[in-house]
Structure formats: C-alpha cells, structure tokens
C-alpha cells in the first residue's frame, strides 16, 4: 500500500506527541508514503483543516512538548455528520489511512470509525496510562517524573514547617499516577480510585509518625479517589468537559480539610493540575513514542487496520481496538498494597 497516511493527536495533550509524530512522518516517507498533518484531532478531519507534513517539517521537535497539530475532545461520531465529512475530506485529500494518537476517549471513537470502514492504526497517548493492552502510554513516565521532583520538593518544605502536604495528582479513573510517582517520591500514603482506605487508618498511621518524631507527611491522592469515608461525602463536586468527561475540583482540599480536623496538625495542599502534562518529555517517553510510530507505519504498510500498537513487556504488539476500548486498566493492587504495607497507611486489610 502507498499513498497518503493522514495523522491527528486528540484528547489532553502529553509530552511525546511530537516525538510520535516525527516518528510517524520519518517512517512513513521512508516507506514511501506522503504523511498529511491534521489539526485539532477529529474536528481538524471534519473541517479539512490540514497541512503537508515533510522530512523537514518536523525536524527539532522530538525534544518539544504539547502538540505541534494541535488537539480537541471533539467526537467525531456524536458530531453532525461527523463521518461523512471524515470521508468526504479524506477522499478530497486522497488519504487512505490514518494513524490515531489518542486516549481513550480518540481511541473509541476510532473504534466506531474503523468499524465503519476507514482504515486506521492508533497508538495510545495519556499521562494516565489507563489504557488496555499496553503497559506505557506515551506521557505517562514524564508525568511520574514531574510529580516525583514535585514531592521531594515538597518534603523539604513539609519538613521545615512540621506538616501534613497533601498532593493531588491526576488520574480520572485510575492511579498510576499516584501509585509509581508515590513510592518513588517517599510518600508516606497513597490514596486512589480503585482501592478503598479507611480515614481512620490513614489517621492512625499519620499519627503513628507524628508520635514517633517525624512530624511531617507527604499524601498523595489521585484526583479520582472518591471513596465516603476519606471524604465524609462522596466526592468530587464535579462538573462535565464538552465528552461528558468528569472535571474534577477537589479530593486534595477535602482530604486536606478532614486530615486538619482529625489530627489537629497544620495541613496544606498542592493540587498539581496541568503541570503533569506539560513540558518536555523524558528519554523514556520519547524512546516509546518513536517505536510505536514506525509500529504504527508497518501495521499500515502490512494492510493490519483496527488496532492499535502498544508495549508489553519489551516487545512491540498490536491488539484489536474491540479488545481495548472503553475499559480503563486499573492499578496493580498488589503493587498499591505493599506500598502501603511498607510505609505504614494500611495493613493490608482495609483495602
Ligand atoms: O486524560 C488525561 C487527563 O490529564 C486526566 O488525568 C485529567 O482528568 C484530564 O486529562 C484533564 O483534562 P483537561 O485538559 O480537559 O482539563
């Protein structure tokens, strides 16, 4: 197959993406193909907004956050017409196929556009690394890594004034956030969506510092924990993106509040928001996006559509998008446990 591979970025941004594109662009002209950049994710592919993307085009930019195409949490499918515009501007621009650098939200809407016959190939992109079928996401290890220098900051600072710091990170739906960039920080309690912890033993085990000198701490919440007894009501107070996606406004200032009021120790909190995902990505990410571009050439160039190309382990797999889409992976809870075993917030058993 040759001819013209269209590419788009949708959903938040991460660091790598350019490193996946170039990637993308480089292998492609090298198998012969013309690679057309489109803006915005799916809405630049419903309003033909597009641009020529050369060898020289994306030179300089492996090292280089955000997007250089842009990107949108448009739907393509609950958008009017949505699909027939795709085909209609694709047919205009003469392109065949598409790579796909999306969450999971691009990534089912991908799903339904390749179920309806258009050729695509997706590669999976969230700093939340809460997709199926790949062990990374692209922006996943910047994120870990600009949370980690985030909490040694932070406990110096915890340290000096003898508090508690509360830090929320984000995770719609699950913590991998939380969790690596936790133990890798030295937190001394991890808090996320998918494993419950009870107030009372994360009281106890701050306490339990406290009343053996060290008189700070460092918790670590995942912006979609809401379990009622942490929060005393169930939280978040959330509003809704324009995908019906939740926005989160506040487990940290809630934790934070309820931790003040239980131990009576001065308590502050840092809610890191969109610091996670911008910036340069790390050697990791760039290294992973770069494989799964020219991944992402050869299932195009072998004819292999609907699926999207991942990691496991060290080795590069494809998986059908039926099998991934619309089911976010959650944490190893093993992993979640120990951690807590060893730094005291759970024995284990109220989890
Ligand atoms: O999906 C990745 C993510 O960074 C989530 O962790 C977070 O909840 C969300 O995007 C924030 O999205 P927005 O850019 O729309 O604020």
């Not at 131990?263 to 340069?280: A, K, N, Y």
């Amino acid at each position: 197959m040759t001819g013209t591979i269209g590419v788009l970025t949708g959903g938040g941004d991460c660091p790598g993406l350019n490193a996946a594109i170039r990637a993308v662009v480089r292998s492609g002209i090298k198998q012969g193909y013309t690679v057309t950049g489109i803006r915005n994710g799916w809405l630049g592919l419903i309003e033909n907004n597009t641009v020529p993307l050369t060898d020289r085009s994306v030179s300089g930019i492996v090292s280089r956050g955000g997007t250089i195409l842009g990107t949108s949490r448009t739907d393509p499918v609950a958008y009017p017409e949505g699909v027939t515009k795709i085909r209609r501007v694709m047919e205009s621009q003469g392109i065949a196929s598409l790579v796909v650098i999306g969450g999971d939200g691009t990534l089912g809407a991908a799903h339904e556009i390749s179920s309806l016959g258009i050729p695509l190939v997706c590669i999976p992109k969230t700093i939340d690394n809460d997709i199926l079928g790949t062990d990374r996401s692209i922006g996943f290890d910047t994120a870990v890594s600009i949370v980690t220098e985030s909490l040694d900051r932070l406990h110096t600072t915890a340290e000096s004034h003898h508090r508690i710091m509360v830090v929320e990170v984000m995770g719609r739906s699950a913590g991998w956030i939380a969790l690596a960039a936790g133990i890798a920080g030295g937190a001394d309690a991890i808090l996320v969506p998918e494993v419950r912890v009870s107030m009372d033993r994360l009281c106890q085990s701050l306490k339990a510092r406290y009343d053996a000198g060290k008189r700070f701490s460092i918790v670590v919440v995942a912006e979609g924990t809401r379990h009622e007894d942490i929060a005393g009501t169930i939280v978040p107070l959330c509003d809704r993106d324009e995908c019906g996606h939740e926005k989160f406004v506040g487990i940290g200032n809630v934790l934070g509040k309820e931790l003040e009021k239980r131990l009576e120790i001065e308590t502050r909190v840092t809610v890191l928001g969109h610091v996670q995902r911008g910036g340069s990505p790390t050697a990791f990410d760039r290294i992973l996006a770069t494989r799964l571009g020219i991944a992402a050439i050869d299932r195009i160039h072998n004819g292999e559509f609907g699926c999207m190309v991942g990691v496991q382990g060290n080795r590069i797999v494809s998986v059908p998008l039926e099998s991934i889409v619309h089911r976010p992976k959650g944490i190893d809870t093993e992993d979640y446990i120990r951690a807590g075993i060893a730094a005291g917030w759970t024995d284990g058993s109220d989890t």
